[in-house]
């Protein structure tokens, strides 16, 4: 999951509340919200917060695109905030945070005595084994998968066959089990389908009553493999604020309301330091370094995270009482989390802040009007009249885009994309984002998986466009349930029109050029 794979592919809602009615508004049965405060009050600079939003929006132009953010201190929301077009609503794309729910699912079983750490994980696959099972295979057991020290040299690709289950047995494993550390999420697809072995059911579904329904998380779901177990190292989709929940539920203990409800021995376990990452090369500043539990790492500053590829971060700091949550598209993500550290850990002090009005509305203000940078002045060209409507044949390309028409009707250009044998439609305002739905796959970082994002409904995108001169034309597309974005640059040269692709997935760094003319 780590490797990048080229893949071919309104407004904020509020944050801050300093209302009476949030403030006392418990975690019961009945709400699902997390309880409300303000920062001060729960003894966190709004300034502290007001810096770190300020550092991100630079970043952007850094490669490192803050799409939500969300701070919780004594088990209570005190800043939050999407840049638009996400919002609160909607699921994000964790990535490998998804292996955080994974091992959850697992502590869960283990609880209920449906497996042990230490089973064996040839016992659970009779059906799946190779001819010969190493000595190595032999000892493998959950443990290892959950602490990412199968053994094997590389993580084998088991997502582009048919069956992943036989392929991950069949690698070969090239030292001792529990002994040297490699990120793996192909061992942690085996935990899901472990767990759907001993119980029937998918991570997903044996989640929904352990986990899902006490905490008030609603509507998240998963991609599933070709088999229909559910991906497990990744897949798993949820709003922000069940990300927050989660982080909350292990920074207490695995208590939620009053009620244990993931044993406290598994919640220290989960969370604490099992295998060293990088032995050989500690450092301070390095959060890949400081080791790793049960599919969580540890982290600086004496804190765990969960953590998915291009910045999702579930980061829950036990000694401050505190949970922070991103989502992000970071092309580095260790300079993500320093903006954490850099602006947001100072803001945290040990006692109750004085009551700082003008600060404090600065920051309600500022996530109020969050929002990533957006063509928003309108703009046409001469050339808009002609091309309107017409059909727009391109050269046999890898995306397989066969042709495409522009329909302009006011602030929005309508994009008809045929793809394959399937045309697919997309509006872009010239003013702002026009939201949509499609059953058509974006950019993504498993493309390649075979049942790659199956057992998803259809993706929610926000397109905006502009010219850039006379004869250019920019759409960007984003997937906005997901943290990447495709950008297509027509450049008309009637009758000829070069399109560039690129998409978020690489940076922009790798652009397919594409050829085509107007059809008369």
Not at 92 to 114: D, L, N, P, Q, R
Not at 126 to 140: G, I, N
Not at 175 to 204: D, R
Not at 321 to 337: F, G, K, P, W, Y
């Amino acid at each position: 999951m780590r490797n990048l794979y080229i893949a071919f592919f309104a407004i904020v809602t509020l944050a801050v509340s300093g209302c009476t009615q949030k403030t006392e508004q418990k975690q019961t049965g009945t709400s699902s919200a997390l309880p409300r405060s303000t920062p001060e009050a729960e003894g966190v600079s709004s300034e502290g917060i007001l810096q770190f939003i300020g550092a991100a929006d630079s970043a952007y132009n850094n490669g490192i695109e803050i799409h939500s953010m969300m701070i919780l201190r004594h088990g209570k929301v005190i800043a939050e905030g999407w840049w638009a077009p996400y919002r609160a609503d909607l699921k994000h794309t964790m990535y490998s945070v998804s292996k955080s729910f994974t091992s959850t699912a697992i502590g869960f079983a283990v609880a209920e005595g449906k497996l042990k750490l230490t089973d064996k994980v040839v016992s659970f696959f009779p059906e799946s084994l190779p001819d010969t099972v190493s000595p190595y295979l032999a000892e493998l057991d959950v443990k290892d998968l959950l602490t990412m020290s199968v053994g094997q040299a590389q993580e084998p690709a088991v997502t582009v066959t048919d069956d992943w289950v036989k392929a991950f047995l069949a690698a070969p494993i090239e030292n001792e089990p529990g002994t040297v550390f490699l990120y793996n999420s192909a061992g942690s697809f085996m935990l899901s389908a472990i767990l759907q072995k001993v119980t029937g059911e998918k991570v997903i579904d044996y989640l929904k009553p352990r986990l899902f329904d006490p905490l008030g998380i609603e509507g998240a779901d998963s991609e599933v493999n070709p088999q229909g177990i559910n991906t497990g190292g990744w897949g798993i989709r949820v709003k922000t604020e069940d990300m927050a929940k989660l982080g909350l539920l292990y920074l207490q203990k695995g208590i939620w309301n009053g009620k244990q409800l993931l044993p406290q021995e598994w919640v220290a376990d989960a969370t604490s330091k099992q295998i060293e990452t990088k032995p050989e090369n500690i450092s301070d500043t390095d959060d890949w370094s400081q080791g790793y539990g049960y599919k969580f790492w540890q982290t600086t500053h004496h804190a765990v995270r969960a953590d998915g590829a291009f910045g999702q971060y579930i980061i829950m700091l036990p000694e401050k009482d505190a949970v922070i949550v991103l989502t992000a598209q970071a092309s580095n993500m260790q300079e993500e989390l320093n903006l954490v550290w850099n602006y947001l850990l100072p803001a945290f002090k040990d006692e109750k802040l004085p009551e700082n009005k003008e600060p404090e509305q600065q920051l309600k203000d500022r996530l109020s009007h969050l929002s990533l940078p957006t063509y928003t002045e309108a703009k046409t060209s001469p050339l808009q009249e002609n091309i309107n409507g017409k059909i727009i044949s391109l050269n046999e390309n890898p995306l397989n885009i066969k042709e495409l028409s522009l329909k302009f009707n006011g602030n929005v250009c309508t994009m008809t994309l045929k793809q394959d044998t399937t045309s697919y439609d997309f509006n872009f305002s010239d003013t702002g984002w026009a939201e949509g739905e499609t059953l058509r796959h974006g950019p993504s970082l498993t493309a390649r998986a075979k049942a790659n994002l199956t057992g998803l409904p259809p993706f929610k995108v926000a397109g905006n466009y502009t010219w850039k001169t006379d004869n250019k034309l920019e759409l960007v597309l984003r997937y906005i349930e997901s943290p990447h974005n495709e950008k297509f640059v027509l450049t008309f040269s009637e009758p000829v029109v070069n399109m560039e692709y690129s998409s978020n997935i690489d940076n922009y760094q790798s652009k397919l050029q594409l050829n085509g003319k107007i059809e008369k």
